[in-house]
T-cell receptor
Framework: DQQVKQNSPSLSVQEGRISILNCDYTNSMFDYFLWYKKYPAEGPTFLISISSIKDKNEDGRFTVFLNKSAKHLSLHIVPSQPGDSAVYFCAAGGSSNTGKLIFGQGTTLQVKP | GAGVSQSPRYKVAKRGQDVALRCDPISGHVSLFWYQQALGQGPEFLTYFQNEAQLDKSGLPSDRFFAERPEGSVSTLKIQRTQQEDSAVYLC?????????????FGSGTQLSVL
């Protein structure tokens, strides 16, 4: 039972264009969501988060949108840069009282120069 | 330290061997998590500590897996009688606050290969 799903294993965009990464979840008890970025041979690093009381959070080139009725969130990167090439994981929390996060399978983003 | 430190970076074990993986969290971080990441998958929760107390071990796949954090800082994940399906990257993460902290800081992981 996969509670957090990233249905696109990979995405390729041109430098300067927008990258849109998508994530769907099934558990309505989740009340906060995060995006992590992972380079090869490194651990995931935190990128941006959003609480379920909001529908948008912005941090520089990164914006996360949350659609609670659709149980869907997306990460927009504008403009995309070659250094953004990495694996992106969405994660959800709040369904338990231990703070554990449930991760999606990841989307590999390639930004071409 | 500056970040979460894990050792060893790589571990090759023969099937049936016991292994111990170490995690040094960021100093002062209350919460510590262990995750298992199989190839091509996202991290999967194994267990959670708040200080020295193991509050959630629901993700441990079998009783061959054991984790401890006796003094509320360094943690060890032990796998007994390793099997090939245990091959994965084991990630440790810490956060400054207690439950529902959200933002986790991850180490680089220990890549375990069981032959």
């Amino acid at each position: 039972d996969q509670q957090v799903k990233q249905n696109s294993p990979s995405l390729s965009v041109q430098e300067g264009r927008i990258s849109i990464l998508n994530c769907d979840y099934t558990n309505s008890m989740f009340d906060y969501f995060l995006w992590y970025k992972k380079y090869p041979a490194e651990g995931p690093t935190f990128l941006i988060s959003i609480s379920s009381i909001k529908d948008k959070n912005e941090d520089g080139r990164f914006t996360v949108f949350l659609n609670k009725s659709a149980k869907h969130l997306s990460l927009h990167i504008v403009p995309s840069q070659p250094g953004d090439s990495a694996v992106y994981f969405c994660a959800a929390g709040g369904s338990s009282n231990t703070g554990k996060l449930i991760f999606g399978q990841g989307t590999t983003l390639q930004v071409k120069p | 330290g500056a970040g979460v430190s894990q050792s060893p970076r790589y571990k090759v074990a023969k099937r049936g061997q016991d292994v111990a993986l170490r995690c040094d969290p960021i100093s002062g971080h209350v919460s510590l998590f262990w995750y298992q990441q199989a190839l091509g998958q996202g991290p999967e929760f194994l267990t959670y500590f708040q200080n020295e107390a193991q509050l959630d071990k629901s993700g441990l796949p079998s009783d061959r897996f054991f984790a401890e954090r006796p003094e509320g800082s360094v943690s060890t994940l032990k796998i007994q009688r390793t099997q090939q399906e245990d091959s994965a990257v084991y990630l440790c993460a810490s956060s400054i606050a207690g439950p529902r902290a959200g933002k986790l800081f991850f180490g680089s992981g220990t890549q375990l290969s069981v032959l």
